[in-house]
């Protein structure tokens, strides 16, 4: 059995993964490429988020009562992190190099924050909190 | 809405570290000056009181300054905690860090009672208050625990330097009587204050950094979890027995040359990076050190074997210390004012697209010319330390090296305040 902060670490590794795929490929200009790796980022980064969002944090929220507290921290930076998708998006259609390598460099630098925030407290927290947690992850890990 | 709910957030006020930050190439540039107008004789000896006062420009007024206001920003963001009143303990620390450093400085050069008095009394509260206030911190149970470990161990070796330091300037106008071990107390202050608080502070905020900034895997276990403490006890050792120790720390920045080289290897973001170039830059000149130490003497042209301790010591500090400290600025820099301001956004959400990404604020290219200039400085210090008629090109190159990083720093903080006040506008409508 995988526990939630072993399997929400390895989306993240994953997810950077692709995300620096994609970033070489524009560094080198392969535009095609670059779109290729991109989209299978930011599908990852939808179910990622949607896992915590719909699934997660209202399991920990209802446990331990905590509904404007570190979950709701994270939620306003996944809706940051979206708009910089999105603004990466925009960079990648119009094929401005420049413009998506500045960006890039922000997400990245976002998500690592967020990421380490998420891995050093709350998946810790809730590992200890979420009594059913185990069969939460059997449930992504079947999706 | 409680934001504040992860500790994680409990960073400090950015003004503060940024003061400590544009402080640091000021004081180069005052070295330079210093360089200039001291002439060959600043190079014919580490005992000249010229170059004593330039050793301690470089080391209290560059890095040490730096390495106090990044710890500032980096104990919340890897150890989850921030210190108690930080604009308080930023302000006591930081002024008198400017007058001790400037009072010492000036005792090397015209020595007097009044100035070796305030100089201990200045670096004394600055460095004091500071370890005081971190050692509170550092003393609980924290997160992340290699980078911590480091640390502890690294504020624990700037205490001692702090001591011999004292022990030093009391015996110069009497107030103790440490004839007998006077230089033996001078080299174990240099070599912690180079080795136990420069570099052991550097070792551990990489084992943090690189896999953050680069996406590289984490150093090897038995690097992170022993090469700091073994570090800091040959260093306990080194007091005793200098002689027998020295090679073995020199050995250990070897191996940490090589683990760090084979990291950086690993990462995943290829795309190039100043502040990459600044690691390799570091982690070659270890091994190249390692390689100029064990050599033997014969094999060393009489020229290079006369000023042997004083060209390690000074690649040490230029090639290794204060690259990797330059690269880091390339980094911390932007990644500061994005952070910050990327919270000031959270419950205002649309006031986030006024936010410049990150090469706004400090440009890829700039970063590059400082390694380049870096890079040189660099070699003309070496030759200068062969070739002390050289001098006024070193100055000049720290002159423009240093003022260049002055800039980007002033860039990059013109550009938070500005993004800050359209923010706050929007806040308002």
């Given at each position: 059995?995988?526990?939630?902060?072993?399997?929400?670490?390895?989306?993240?590794?994953?997810?950077?993964?692709?995300?620096?795929?994609?970033?070489?490929?524009?560094?080198?200009?392969?535009?095609?490429?670059?779109?290729?790796?991109?989209?299978?980022?930011?599908?990852?980064?939808?179910?990622?988020?949607?896992?915590?969002?719909?699934?997660?944090?209202?399991?920990?929220?209802?446990?331990?009562?905590?509904?404007?507290?570190?979950?709701?921290?994270?939620?306003?930076?996944?809706?940051?992190?979206?708009?910089?998708?999105?603004?990466?998006?925009?960079?990648?259609?119009?094929?401005?190099?420049?413009?998506?390598?500045?960006?890039?460099?922000?997400?990245?630098?976002?998500?690592?924050?967020?990421?380490?925030?998420?891995?050093?407290?709350?998946?810790?927290?809730?590992?200890?909190?979420?009594?059913?947690?185990?069969?939460?992850?059997?449930?992504?890990?079947?999706? | 809405?409680?934001?504040?709910?992860?500790?994680?957030?409990?960073?400090?006020?950015?003004?503060?570290?940024?003061?400590?930050?544009?402080?640091?190439?000021?004081?180069?540039?005052?070295?330079?000056?210093?360089?200039?107008?001291?002439?060959?004789?600043?190079?014919?000896?580490?005992?000249?009181?010229?170059?004593?006062?330039?050793?301690?420009?470089?080391?209290?007024?560059?890095?040490?300054?730096?390495?106090?206001?990044?710890?500032?920003?980096?104990?919340?963001?890897?150890?989850?905690?921030?210190?108690?009143?930080?604009?308080?303990?930023?302000?006591?620390?930081?002024?008198?860090?400017?007058?001790?450093?400037?009072?010492?400085?000036?005792?090397?050069?015209?020595?007097?009672?009044?100035?070796?008095?305030?100089?201990?009394?200045?670096l004394v509260c600055s460095i004091g208050v500071y370890i005081l206030t971190f050692t509170w911190v550092l003393v609980k149970k924290l997160s992340q625990g290699d980078s911590i470990i480091g640390f502890r161990l690294a504020m624990s070796a700037l205490f001692i330097v702090l001591l011999l330091g004292v022990g030093l300037l009391s015996q110069s106008i009497g107030f103790l009587s440490v004839n007998s071990i006077g230089k033996m107390l001078?080299?174990?202050?240099?070599?912690?204050?180079?080795?136990?608080?420069?570099?052991?502070?550097?070792?551990?905020?990489?084992?943090?950094?690189?896999?953050?900034?680069?996406?590289?895997?984490?150093?090897?276990?038995?690097?992170?979890?022993?090469?700091?403490?073994?570090?800091?006890?040959?260093?306990?050792?080194?007091?005793?027995?200098?002689?027998?120790?020295?090679?073995?720390?020199?050995?250990?920045?070897?191996?940490?040359?090589?683990?760090?080289?084979?990291?950086?290897?690993?990462?995943?973001?290829?795309?190039?990076?100043?502040?990459?170039?600044?690691?390799?830059?570091?982690?070659?000149?270890?091994?190249?050190?390692?390689?100029?130490?064990?050599?033997?003497?014969?094999?060393?042209?009489?020229?290079?074997?006369?000023?042997?301790?004083?060209?390690?010591?000074?690649?040490?500090?230029?090639?290794?210390?204060?690259?990797?400290?330059?690269?880091?600025?390339?980094?911390?820099?932007?990644?500061?004012?994005?952070?910050?301001?990327?919270?000031?956004?959270?419950?205002?959400?649309?006031?986030?697209?006024?936010?410049?990404?990150?090469?706004?604020?400090?440009?890829?290219k700039h970063g590059q010319w400082l390694f380049y200039l870096h890079f040189m400085t660099g070699i003309v210090l070496f030759y200068t330390l062969v070739i002390p008629s050289t001098y006024w090109l070193l100055s000049l190159l720290l002159l423009i090296e240093f003022s260049w990083l002055l800039y980007l720093m002033i860039k990059v903080m013109r550009l938070y305040f500005l993004t800050l006040t359209k923010i706050n506008l929007s806040v308002?409508?």
């Open positions: 059995m995988t526990s939630i902060p072993e399997f929400m670490t390895t989306k993240h590794r994953e997810c950077d993964e692709l995300f620096t795929e994609a970033e070489a490929a524009v560094a080198k200009v392969d535009w095609s490429l670059a779109l290729t790796k991109w989209q299978s980022f930011a599908v990852e980064l939808s179910k990622h988020f949607s896992q915590e969002e719909d699934i997660l944090f209202p399991k920990f929220e209802q446990a331990t009562g905590m509904t404007s507290g570190p979950t709701q921290v994270m939620r306003m930076e996944h809706q940051q992190i979206r708009a910089l998708v999105q603004d990466l998006d925009n960079a990648l259609a119009a094929q401005n190099k420049d413009e998506y390598l500045g960006l890039s460099e922000t997400l990245m630098v976002m998500m690592q924050q967020h990421n380490m925030k998420e891995e050093m407290m709350l998946y810790p927290m809730m590992e200890k909190n979420v009594a059913d947690g185990e069969q939460i992850i059997a449930q992504f890990q079947a999706s | 809405m409680n934001i504040n709910g992860l500790s994680f957030n409990a960073l400090p006020p950015i003004d503060l570290p940024f003061r400590f930050f544009i402080t640091a190439p000021i004081f180069i540039i005052l070295c330079a000056f210093l360089i200039l107008f001291s002439g060959e004789t600043l190079w014919v000896s580490r005992w000249q009181p010229s170059m004593l006062a330039l050793t301690h420009g470089f080391t209290l007024g560059f890095l040490t300054m730096v390495m106090m206001g990044a710890l500032l920003q980096l104990l919340p963001v890897i150890g989850g905690v921030g210190i108690a009143r930080p604009r308080l303990v930023v302000s006591v620390c930081h002024s008198t860090l400017i007058i001790g450093i400037l009072c010492l400085m000036a005792n090397f050069i015209w020595p007097s009672k009044l100035l070796t008095i305030s100089s201990l009394i200045f001078t080299n174990s202050h240099a070599l912690f204050g180079l080795v136990g608080w420069g570099s052991l502070l550097i070792i551990s905020v990489s084992f943090q950094v690189i896999s953050m900034f680069h996406v590289a895997p984490s150093f090897p276990k038995l690097i992170s979890r022993y090469l700091p403490s073994s570090l800091f006890f040959l260093l306990i050792f080194s007091i005793f027995q200098p002689v027998f120790v020295v090679p073995f720390i020199i050995l250990i920045h070897g191996v940490f040359a090589l683990s760090l080289l084979l990291v950086i290897s690993k990462r995943k973001r290829k795309i190039p990076d100043s502040t990459i170039r600044f690691w390799q830059l570091a982690a070659l000149t270890l091994i190249v050190l390692n390689i100029f130490y064990f050599t033997p003497d014969k094999f060393l042209p009489s020229f290079i074997r006369q000023q042997k301790t004083l060209l390690i010591t000074a690649v040490y500090l230029y090639f290794y210390l204060v690259a990797v400290i330059q690269g880091m600025l390339l980094k911390i820099l932007p990644f500061l004012s994005y952070t910050h301001l990327q919270q000031k956004c959270l419950v205002n959400f649309s006031a986030m697209q006024t936010i410049p990404h990150m090469h706004k604020f400090l440009n890829k308002n409508e």
